[in-house]
């Protein structure tokens, strides 16, 4: 019995109810703004981040298969960060363009030997089809 009188002594109290009708106000504002905030940017990063990985993930596992070049890591830089390009006269609204690869950097074993620097930096030309100023292969340190 105490605690029903606990209960409605909280309810009467005009601070709770004050609060309750704050929390209230600004759940509602901000379930409204939500609509107005662009997600999609969100996803859109995790995308690119993740396809710039899928890309140096295949990148590095060529490049590990030629002769010479033994351990191996690689970054590669994006010229922009992909977007999506709305499209007039189409059934599709959108067009979704993958990031442009603007640098890669090849540190390997073989890095130094003009044999392997030559074997992967054609690989690696050929393969993204960009020029080779915008590739460096240079040697790994121990």
Known sequence: MKS???FKNILDNPKFIKTAVIVGISAVALIFLSSYIDTSSFT??????EYCVSLEEKLLSVVTQIEGVGEAK?????DNNGENVYLNNSDTKTKS???VVRGVVIVCDGGDEPLVVSRVMSAVTKSLDISSNKVCVTKLSN
């Open 4 to 6: 029903k009188l606990d």
């Open 44 to 49: 859109q990063k995790a995308d690119i981040d």
């Open 74 to 78: 690689i970054f590669l830089t994006m």
């Open 97 to 99: 363009i993958t990031p």
